[in-house]
Each structure stands twice: as structure tokens, then as C-alpha cells.
């Protein structure tokens, strides 16, 4: 029987070391790359770079040959939430069980320290040593993926809905809508990239862009649930926080046992797609339950 824990812990292991070795390696004030490392190295649970490894692995590749874009997608992550904790933001004072960036250092610093992340993720990308133009074309298109799901077209449009929505009743179209944008924008690019790198076939990509919308959306649904519901001492930041700001969310619209069900239906979606997939996507179909069924 596949051990989702062990996996994570593997992946998460390998993924941080590569993270403090490309930190080390870069020289720079040492306010500025210790902001960036207290943020980069809180203790995340690494699922979007997981899920790029674990997608590369369902295709036949290897995890060293995604490990770039895996840290690359993490920096973006992480560069994402110390921006949605500013005080212009969400102006949230804990995150992962530690005094946000902002917090820890200084509103200017923490700007500057996701800024730099960004900057750094989009190095990292066009930093690969390539043979040949066919591996060329491929970083190419990861880059292109990346840019969008990152950019004014997904992840940023989405959180600007989520602002602009504030105190509003969305549609449930609306809000999947602005969740697809805000978070599975992103963790569809995770999935795209391994699956890209790995050599993946048009099917198997296909196929995989399925499960990737859907444990995207799924994902959403329970973070929603959790910040009804959920343990703050687990999960590391308050909850409640979006019925305080007045924010559509699952919850509010479906109730919370009609949430968990959108939520295992989506899971159960995911796990469809990977139907045509041997035992190398046994990760994948872990973490699709995983997701829904998280504590933080």
C-alpha cells in the first residue's frame, strides 16, 4: 500500500534542500535574503512542488529533471502569501504558526522580500542548461505557463476578485470562478510543468489538466472549510477570518456539509483522470484524498 506520509516527507526533504542551496548561493544584503528565507523555509507543505514531481514521476520522468520548476513554484507561492499578509492585503499576523513577514521584519522588507522571490523563481526557470533546442522549446513553454497562472491573467486576477468581492454574495459560478484564478491557477501550472518536463504524451497531459482543475478547486473548498472549522493551533493562522472580512466562500453559500461533498466529488473527479495511469500516479491519487481531508 503507498505511504502518502513518507512520500511527502521524501519530497518535502529533497525540495528544501535544493531551496537552501539556491539562497546560499546568492549574494545579497543579508536583511533581504533573511527575510526571504524566513518565509521560504516556515514549513510549508510543499503540495505544489509535490505535485509537479509527483506529476513529472506518473509520466515516466525523473524528479530531479522538474526539480528547478518545483522550486521555482514555491518561491512564487511563497512570495504570494507574504503579499497577501501586508496590511494592504489581508493584514493577517501569523502564517504557518509564525509571525508573518511583515511582522517578523518590516512591512518594506517583506515587499521586497516576495518581490524578490518572484524575481528569483523566473531565474531559476531561464537558468537551465539546455542541449538542444527540443528541451529548449519545452522550458519555454514552462515559463509561459508559469508567467500566466502567476500573472494579471490568474493568480493576481484572482485575488483581486477576492478584494473586490468583499462584502458581496457571489454566484457559486463567480466563486469558482475567482478560486480557479486565485489558487488552481497555479497548482494546474504545478502539474502542467512535471507532466511537460517528464515527456509526457498529449493524452497524458490531457488527462492530467483534468485532475489538476479539480484538486485545485477541491483544495480551495477546504481551506474554506477550515476557516470555518479548523484547529488554529494545527493550521498555524487564525480562522474565521473570512466571515470577518465578508467574503463568499463555500461555506457561506452551500453550508459546510454541502462543502465537503463538492469537495470529495471533486477529489473523486481527480482520481477519474488518472484512470488510464499506472501505479507511477499512485502519488497523485494519495494526495487528491489528502487534500480533502487535511487539517491545515
Not at 20 to 49: C, F, H, Q, T
Not at 51 to 59: F, P, S
Request: glycine fraction near 8%.
Amino acid at each position: 500500500m503507498f505511504d502518502l506520509n513518507s512520500y511527502l516527507v521524501s519530497k518535502s526533504n529533497y525540495i528544501n534542500k535544493s531551496l537552501n542551496e539556491i539562497l546560499r548561493d546568492r549574494l545579497s544584503s543579508i536583511r533581504i535574503v533573511s527575510a526571504m528565507e524566513y518565509s521560504l523555509m516556515a514549513g510549508g507543505k510543499r503540495i505544489r512542488p509535490v505535485l509537479c514531481i509527483a506529476a513529472a514521476e506518473a509520466v515516466g520522468g525523473k524528479a530531479d529533471k522538474v526539480l528547478p520548476a518545483a522550486c521555482a513554484i514555491e518561491m512564487i507561492h511563497t512570495y504570494s502569501l507574504i503579499h497577501d499578509d501586508l496590511p494592504a492585503i489581508d493584514n493577517d499576523d501569523f502564517r504557518r504558526g509564525k509571525p508573518t513577514c511583515h511582522v517578523a521584519f518590516d512591512e518594506a522588507t517583506a515587499i521586497l522580500a516576495g518581490d524578490a522571490l518572484l524575481t528569483l523563481a523566473f531565474q531559476i526557470l531561464s537558468s537551465i542548461e539546455l542541449k538542444n533546442e527540443y528541451y529548449a522549446s519545452k522550458w519555454l513553454s514552462v515559463i509561459c505557463a508559469v508567467s500566466r497562472a502567476a500573472g494579471y491573467q490568474g493568480m493576481i486576477e484572482g485575488q483581486m476578485r477576492d478584494i473586490a468581492s468583499e462584502g458581496l454574495m457571489l454566484t457559486l459560478n463567480e466563486l469558482e470562478e475567482m478560486h480557479s484564478l486565485k489558487t488552481g491557477a497555479i497548482i494546474e501550472a504545478s502539474i502542467y510543468c512535471g507532466a511537460i518536463i517528464g515527456n509526457g504524451n498529449i493524452e497524458q497531459i490531457k488527462q492530467l489538466g483534468v485532475y489538476a482543475k479539480n484538486i485545485g478547486l477541491a483544495f480551495q473548498v477546504t481551506d474554506d472549510i477550515l476557516n470555518v472549522e479548523g484547529d488554529p493551533k494545527i493550521m498555524g493562522k487564525a480562522v474565521g477570518t473570512d466571515k470577518n472580512r465578508k467574503k463568499s466562500t463555500y461555506p457561506s453559500i452551500m453550508g459546510i456539509d454541502k462543502s465537503r461533498e463538492f469537495a470529495e466529488k471533486l477529489a473523486g473527479n481527480a482520481l477519474q483522470a488518472l484512470d488510464g495511469f499506472d501505479n507511477r500516479s499512485d502519488p497523485l491519487r494519495a494526495i487528491a484524498g489528502y487534500i480533502v481531508e487535511r487539517k491545515k
